[in-house]
């Protein structure tokens, strides 16, 4: 158990349409990131949040968005689905600065399936 | 740019050491991360190094060498729990942390 929490756990949906994934860090934690991760991949890094504002991106088209809120829990966003965004969302929460050594911790993921 | 290579899948005994390599080029260093992960389930951490040399926390030690860009995730006392893939992880200066593809490893009775 890390204190991270997702959801929803499964999501079906169907490609053109969006989706919003959420997460809640561990207590404590004011910086959240988003991964994606297909099956026998390592997790990809998608972006990262830190005080309500995104700080880095990764290679993901702007159809992928998020937010952050005060309690820094967070939520991903996806338009316009493809089929290749089948994969599993991870976030991962951490405390500190920007510049802070603190590992992140991972959620249990929401597995997203686009027919 | 950022490579991080690992072997794909990796077979050992149970009682047994496995060593399980990764190599790295990253623009900027901030530390390398190993986690375990089991199939289906989010990634849990194991180790950290950021300084060249070996950390030991129990039957896991990880190794790192910043001149090389190689650091190995040694396991002593093999258990079947054990079976998951195992991902290196490297931290660049700005905290966004780039995943290998994971090693696979399994173990056998």
């Known amino acids: 158990e890390t204190g991270v929490t997702q959801s929803p756990t499964h999501l079906i949906k169907t490609r053109g349409q969006q989706v919003t994934l959420r997460c809640s860090s561990q207590?404590?934690?004011?910086?959240v990131s988003w991964y994606q991760q297909a099956l026998g991949q390592g997790p990809q890094f998608i972006f990262q949040?830190?005080?309500?504002?995104?700080?880095g991106r990764g290679n993901f088209p702007p159809r992928f968005s998020g937010l952050q809120f005060p309690n820094y829990s967070s939520e991903l966003n996806v338009n316009a689905l493809e089929l290749d965004d089948s994969a599993l969302y991870l976030c991962?929460?951490?405390?500190?600065?920007?510049?802070?050594?603190?590992?992140?911790?991972f959620g249990p993921g929401t597995r997203l399936t686009v027919l | 740019g950022q490579n991080i290579d690992q072997p794909t899948e990796m077979t050992a005994t149970e009682g047994a050491i496995v060593q399980i390599n990764c190599t790295y080029q990253?623009?900027?260093?901030?530390?390398l991360f190993w986690y375990q992960q089991h199939a289906g389930e989010a990634p849990t951490f194991l180790s950290y190094?950021?300084?060249?040399g070996l950390e030991e926390k129990g039957r896991f030690s990880s190794f790192l060498s910043r001149s090389k860009g190689y650091s190995y995730l040694l396991l002593k006392e093999l258990q079947m729990k054990d079976s998951a893939s195992y991902l290196c992880?490297?931290?660049?200066?700005?905290?966004?942390?780039?995943f290998g593809s994971g090693t696979k490893l399994n173990v056998k009775p």
């Open positions: 949040y830190y005080r309500e504002e995104e700080n």
């Open positions: 190094n950021v300084l060249d």
């Open positions: 990253t623009s900027g260093f901030n530390g």
């Open positions: 207590s404590g934690h004011n910086t």
């Open positions: 991962a929460s951490r405390r500190g600065t920007i510049t802070s050594t603190d590992t992140q911790y």
């Open positions: 992880a490297v931290r660049n200066n700005f905290n966004k942390f780039y």
